[in-house]
């Protein structure tokens, strides 16, 4: 909007974070803030810190009569950040709605700056979709995913068949930037549950060659054991308890893997933690009871093995680091 007076290339100021009796300017790329210092330094142990030694190389010059810092944020990172802190009305604790890309934002700078309250409130928006005691709170979920939007600004649904998993990755790869590691398996899972062909079409601007690579991993793992249980299941013999017809109901479980193996154009399936869904199979009412104890037998020993088999600590451990960061 204005020029600094003392440089070149002209800085935008952030109408809403700018303001008139503020102490400090931050710049962030172009992008510059005028806050109050106080503020900053009473909510964040890392600004008291920075801002308490005026000798500091980050303090490179006075702009609009205020010592300047510049900060090596995404300005879009800072805005989210700074609006929370300043602004009591926006990004409030769930059960209020927030966009991802905001709670992802603020989760990463307030851990960085040690803002612990808003750490916490960002931790818990995340935690209402990805975190769960055990596989019947995960089955038994609500429609949605918690206090997130998953699609900014959007209440639609997000759906593995038609929805790219980015929102998933970002997720993940926030979880593990603020070692948060019981947000890591359900994420891992929905980012895993897509066509293999969405998961290579992420953009490579905001996934990174490694998650890519560990993600194609996982997704192996997550096939190969829905893969050996689909196998098991098709082989089960039926006689001892068809009511029936044991033929038509082979059949029917056929018919069910069949159904899970087309689930991807790929032809692979890695939703391990899918209870077996016996509508119009036509199974004999006795042997769809069986195929649902399975089913669900199959889907709560998974659910016990999938922080194992992303090479996490098991939910007891998880639970305890839960606890204790976000002070529960
Ligand atoms: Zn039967």
Redesign the pocket.
């Known amino acids: 909007m204005t020029d600094a007076p003392t440089s070149i290339v002209p800085l935008e100021r952030v109408a809403e974070l700018w303001f008139e009796d503020g102490t400090l300017v931050i710049v962030a790329q172009q992008t510059a803030f005028k806050v109050h210092r106080s503020i900053l330094a009473a909510r964040s142990s890392v600004f008291r810190d920075m801002l308490a030694m005026p000798q500091n190389a980050d303090f490179v010059e006075n702009l609009d009569g205020c010592p300047m810092v510049v900060l090596s944020d995404a300005p879009r990172d800072l805005i989210c950040f700074l609006r929370a802190i300043f602004d009591s009305s926006y990004f409030m604790p769930s059960p209020h709605m927030a966009d991802l890309s905001e709670a992802l934002s603020i989760l990463r700078l307030s851990h960085k700056y040690a803002v612990d309250y808003l750490f916490r409130r960002a931790l818990t928006h995340l935690d209402g979709g990805l975190y769960f005691r055990s596989f019947h709170d995960f089955h038994e979920r609500p429609h949605g995913f918690g206090s997130i939007r998953l699609i900014d600004g959007s209440d639609e649904e997000w759906n593995a068949n038609i929805n790219s998993p980015l929102p998933f990755v970002l997720m993940l790869q926030a979880a593990v930037e603020v070692d948060a590691p019981w947000l890591q398996p359900v994420a891992v899972y929905w980012a895993c549950s897509v066509p293999l062909n969405s998961l290579m079409s992420l953009p490579i601007e905001n996934t990174s060659r490694d998650t890519l690579q560990q993600l194609v991993q996982w997704r192996t793992a997550l096939m190969h054991a829905r893969a050996k249980f689909l196998a098991k299941f098709a082989e089960f013999g039926?006689k001892a308890?068809?009511?029936?017809?044991?033929s038509?109901?082979l059949q029917a479980r056929l018919a069910y893997v069949t159904r899970a193996m087309m689930r991807h154009k790929g032809g692979d399936d890695a939703s391990i933690l899918e209870p077996i869904d016996t509508e119009g199979l036509g199974?004999?009412t006795?042997?769809a009871e069986q195929a649902d104890n399975v089913g669900k037998i199959h889907a709560i020993d998974s659910w016990a093995q999938l922080p194992r088999l992303l090479g996490l600590p098991t939910w007891l451990q998880l639970g305890e680091q839960r606890k204790a960061v976000l002070a529960l």
């Open positions: 039926v308890w068809c009511s029936e017809s044991p038509g109901c199974f004999c006795s042997c």
